[in-house]
């Protein structure tokens, strides 16, 4: 388990929430240059290819703290730790964004886990932020949402200013060559179907 503050996680005051609608659409290039040019950022991407699920991407710009944990209790456990949330009542997201591992099944259904890891991923991160940027997939929109929080280390008109200026910023052009990546099921495609 790995938070970024000792449990429990201290009370959240949220004193307000700028929204700006930046009215022109993100690619996939440019979300990933922005999610890699600082650390701790995170992109919880969806496609919104499918006609119910998937609709909102969110870059995560500025994490406060981080949520991870290996198993479903240690993540109730680590959830249930935190405090208070205040003045979120008219937020337009969560708050926490994160993801839930696809081999997190096994804690709900009875099924083999996968014999390796092949990637270093926990089963559960979430994130909480100050900052996100929002894209819609399905109405093609993209908003930019600023909280001031009691725990933003810098103001809303500082991270407006900076991630503005962020997104006029040209992605570089770079070939990347990935003929040495290497991947494959963990399961057989019948097995799955099972």
């Known amino acids: 388990m790995y938070n970024d503050f000792l449990m429990p996680v201290p009370i959240i005051k949220i004193n307000s929430c700028e929204r700006i609608n930046l009215k022109k659409q993100i690619d996939l290039k440019k979300l990933a240059f922005l999610a890699g040019s600082k650390k701790g ?10 006609p119910f699920h998937g609709r ?14 290996e198993s479903f209790d240690e993540l109730l456990k680590t959830l249930f730790s935190v405090s208070e949330i205040e003045g979120f009542e008219n937020i ?29 991923v926990p089963d559960f991160h979430f994130v909480f932020s100050d900052t996100f940027l929002v894209i819609d997939n399905f ?15 810098s103001s809303v008109a500082q991270r407006k200013e900076q991630f503005l200026r962020e997104l006029e910023m040209p992605v570089p052009s770079s070939d990347y060559d990935l003929g040495n990546i290497k991947a494959k099921a963990l399961i057989s495609k019948e097995k799955y179907i099972e």
């Not at 909102?56 to 944990?69: G, T």
């Not at 964004?97 to 014999?115: A, L, V």
């Open 56 to 69: 909102f991407s969110i870059l995560v710009l500025n994490p406060i703290f981080n949520l991870r944990a």
């Open 41 to 50: 950022r995170n992109l919880f991407f969806s496609s919104g290819l499918h």
């Open 92 to 120: 337009p997201l969560p708050l926490f964004s994160g993801w839930i591992n696809y081999e997190c099944n096994r804690f709900i259904e009875k099924i083999e886990s996968s014999p390796k890891k092949t990637v270093e």
């Open 139 to 153: 109405e093609k929109n993209v908003e930019l949402v600023l909280l001031d929080t009691t725990h933003s280390k």
